[in-house]
């Protein structure tokens, strides 16, 4: 293992203000997305909606790394350039989505665990031949009645480490990526408690597989009201909660925390992270950062509708969100949002 390597890349993903572009969406969860604004659903429709992301202009001043899935890290331009050297050559680095996808869980109702761990360290040694030099594994955690149970934190919390310790292995960094999804009526102190204790749990499992915790980039959930809490919160409490409960759990040797968005609208995503900086950047052993997929491109994707007519309006949609998350790294996002609403976006 190259430790140096693994530690320049995690830094990097974080430095200058900069975030993630999570593109990494499943081809069902592509294809659903698509469906819903009148987009075919085909390859082709899914590599020319990729081709409008990666040749936005200017997204290499906004976007450190974009995390792809393995149908578009093999596709190319219609001018045959590779994706991957798009990217590269506008100075993203550029990352994959390893994991298997959540399937139900023998013995857990309602729960889910990550799987794609078989044959994952030969997979790793091909991406990274390929360019390659981040990954990220997603584990879900849903949150109900009697849910999450242990059995479902553990299990997942260790899959997430064995994926972890194989990336460092392969010289790649890995995004670890536990989200406690913000459907139900939980109150914001109930997702801050089971927060916490998933984010325990992983970093006890990180601990025991030997993982350099230098070499990792932490992708987590906002601390969050259910969405259908009747106590919503506004911007500054959610801002505290999640702080508070990072502290707690997240060691002070992890570069970076780049937070998905999980449903919640483009400007509020950007308003909690601007919060967070603002109230806290001076006393956080961390940089705090995004790893956005439908808070950066909801727009976008609607605006392109698969027409080559509407790229450039696309394009400038989707560097004006990217843009807003750098400004709300900053502490410096203006746009003003009704501090308890909770619209979610599409899922
Ligand atoms: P969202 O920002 O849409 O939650 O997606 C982030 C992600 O990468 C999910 O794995």
């Known amino acids: 293992m190259n430790a140096q390597k693994l530690i ?12 993630l572009l999570a593109m990494d969406e499943s081809n069902t969860t ?32 906004c976007i450190s790394g974009a995390i792809l899935c393995d149908e578009t890290i093999r596709q190319n331009k219609k001018d045959g350039t590779p994706f991957i050297k798009a990217i590269t050559d506008e100075g993203v680095i550029p990352g994959i989505k390893v994991d298997a996808g959540a399937k139900d869980m023998a013995g857990h109702p309602g729960e889910r665990i990550t799987e794609g761990l078989d044959g994952l360290g030969a997979r790793l040694v091909e991406y990274s031949h390929m360019g390659v030099r981040f990954a990220k594994w ?49 109150t914001l102190e109930q997702c801050r408690e089971v927060t916490e204790e998933v984010l325990r749990t992983v970093f006890n499992h990180l601990y025991t597989q030997r993982v350099m915790l230098e ?40 570069p970076g925390i780049a937070f998905l968005s999980g449903g919640q609208s483009g ?13 806290f950047k001076s006393r956080l052993p961390w940089g705090l950062t995004f790893s956005f997929a439908r808070a950066i491109q909801q727009p976008s994707m609607e605006i392109w509708s698969g027409q080559d007519a509407n790229i450039a309006a696309a394009q400038h949609a989707l560097h004006h969100r990217a843009k807003c998350n750098v400004a709300a790294r900053r502490g410096e996002y203006q746009v003003s949002v009704k501090s308890t609403d909770n619209t979610p976006l599409l899922s």
Request: glycine share 8%.
């Open 30 to 61: 592509c294809n659903k997305r698509f469906a819903s604004f009148g987009i075919p659903q085909t390859e082709e429709a899914r590599r020319a909606y990729r081709e409008m992301i990666v040749t936005t202009p200017g997204l290499g001043k």
């Open 215 to 254: 070499g990792l980039i932490l992708k987590p959930n906002m601390v969050l009201p259910g969405l259908t809490c009747p106590k919503q919160k506004t911007v500054d409490e959610v801002a505290d909660a999640t702080v508070t409960c990072l502290l707690r759990a997240v060691p002070a040797a992890v």
């Open 8 to 19: 320049d890349t995690a830094k990097a993903l974080v430095a200058g203000y900069k975030g």
């Open 267 to 279: 400007e509020l995503a950007s308003a909690r992270l601007n919060a967070m900086n603002v109230r």
């Open 138 to 186: 997603r584990a879900v955690i849903a949150m109900g009645d009697g849910i999450p149970s242990r059995g479902c934190v553990e299990a997942n919390a260790q899959a997430l480490a064995r994926y972890a310790a194989l990336c460092q292995e392969a010289g790649l960094v890995p995004v670890v990526e536990p989200e406690v999804l913000m459907d139900g009526e939980h």
